[in-house]
């Protein structure tokens, strides 16, 4: 079975700074994709980025970009120029062959003023 | 496009009672799915459809049934609630296939908050 671990239960950041976010996944698959979801406090789930497996090259969606190792299988968020709005629970997901969504238990971002 | 529609938002239940989760998508996405958020648990996959008439089991499935009678609708059904069934429920759709085009990630309805006592 898939795993998706986040090793941070909570992060803060300092508004305007950069933060990391972790993520890590176990699969036997090569062939898969991964995401990074965002959950404000309205509890609705947004799509931040996303990644192709077979694609080496890092996503950017303008302040947000990735990590991505996939030799050691891991998958991590970096948020520059931190605002308030970024503020919300983080959650990492692994998408399998065949559509199934693993997530990870999430990673709740504290921006301070 | 309405996207995802989840209903009820709120609920409140006693223990053995039954209600269904309504979910209804309308995207055309041929793949739905439930999943039940508790905390320091992240998103757990509990039923999900790749098309009208197939439903299969995800990772948390006792205690719910799901049926997909259509392309659009995907109801979760409770028959004999639990407390250990509090949860916040997300239902979700795609489209099939490979890639990560905007249509073959996951959208969410806005969750349905229930309380089992």
């Known amino acids: 079975a898939q795993t998706v671990t986040q090793s941070q239960p909570e992060m803060s950041v300092q508004e305007a700074e950069t933060v990391t976010l972790s993520c890590t996944y176990d699969t036997s698959e090569s062939d898969y994709y991964l995401f990074w979801y965002k959950q404000p406090p309205s509890r609705q789930m947004i799509l931040v980025i996303r990644?192709?497996?077979?694609?080496?090259q890092n996503a950017t969606e303008n302040r947000f970009s990735v990590n991505f190792q996939k030799a050691a299988k891991s998958f991590s968020l970096k948020i520059s120029d931190s605002q308030l709005g970024d503020a919300a629970m983080y959650f990492c997901?692994?998408?399998?062959?065949?559509?199934?969504?693993?997530f990870g238990t999430g990673t709740s971002l504290t921006v301070i003023p | 496009n309405a996207g995802v529609t989840q209903t009820p938002k709120f609920q409140v239940l006693k223990t053995g009672q039954s209600m269904t989760l309504q979910c209804a998508q309308d995207m055309n996405h041929e793949y739905m799915s439930w999943y039940r958020q508790d905390p320091g648990m992240g998103l757990r996959l509990i039923h999900y459809s790749v098309g009208a008439g197939i439903t299969d089991q995800g990772e948390v499935p006792n205690g719910y049934n799901v049926s997909r009678s259509t392309t659009e609708d995907f109801p979760l059904r409770l028959l004999s609630a639990a407390p250990s069934q509090t949860s916040v429920y997300f239902c979700?759709?795609?489209?099939?296939?490979?890639?990560?085009?905007?249509?073959?990630?996951?959208?969410f309805g806005a969750g349905s908050r229930l309380t089992v006592l």
């Open positions: 990644q192709e497996a077979y694609k080496q």
């Open positions: 997901a692994y998408r399998r062959t065949g559509n199934q969504f693993y």
């Open positions: 979700a759709s795609s489209r099939l296939g490979q890639g990560i085009s905007g249509a073959n990630v996951l959208t």
